[in-house]
Structure formats: structure tokens, C-alpha cells
């Protein structure tokens, strides 16, 4: 796929020219939302029903969400 070669090459391009404290930095800001990922999902799930009634969330939901990877970052779409 033509579309998907041309864009993988930009990408590498772009992480070859940067600093590498730079690099080092965006490593830790991943490894820092990831933990916030993990963190969120594992106190949603710590919820009572009354709190996830007030959320508008079923336990099934609640289930499916903490059952997610920490790399799964719906922001990252």
C-alpha cells in the first residue's frame, strides 16, 4: 500500500531529528498517561453501584472498560 510506505517514512524522518532528551521526555509523558490509563480504569472499576448509577454506567461497561490494556488510549484515535 503506496499510502501507508510514504507515511511510515515521514514518521521515522520525524523521530530521527529530534534531540534525544526530546525523546526521552515524549517517552515519559507516554509512560505517564499510560499509568493514568490504568489508574482511571482501575478505580472506576473500584465503584459502587449507586456512583456508577449516578455515571450512567452499567458494571458490564464498567467491566469492559477496566478489562481494556493501558496502552488502549481512546484519546490516541
Known amino acids: 500500500m503506496k499510502g501507508q510506505k510514504g507515511y511510515a517514512l ?3 524522518a520525524r ?4 534531540h534525544p532528551l526530546e525523546l ?3 517517552a515519559g509523558r507516554q509512560l505517564y498517561r499510560w499509568w493514568q490509563l490504568a489508574e482511571q480504569r482501575r478505580r472506576l472499576a473500584m465503584l459502587d453501584e449507586a456512583a ?6 452499567s ?18 484515535r
Open 24 to 26: 526521552l521526555r515524549a
Open 15 to 18: 523521530f530521527q531529528s529530534r
Open 52 to 57: 456508577l448509577k449516578d455515571l450512567g454506567l
Open 59 to 76: 458494571r458490564g461497561e464498567v467491566q469492559q472498560e477496566s478489562e481494556r490494556p493501558f496502552w488502549d488510549d481512546p484519546l490516541n
Open 10 to 12: 515521514v514518521n521515522r
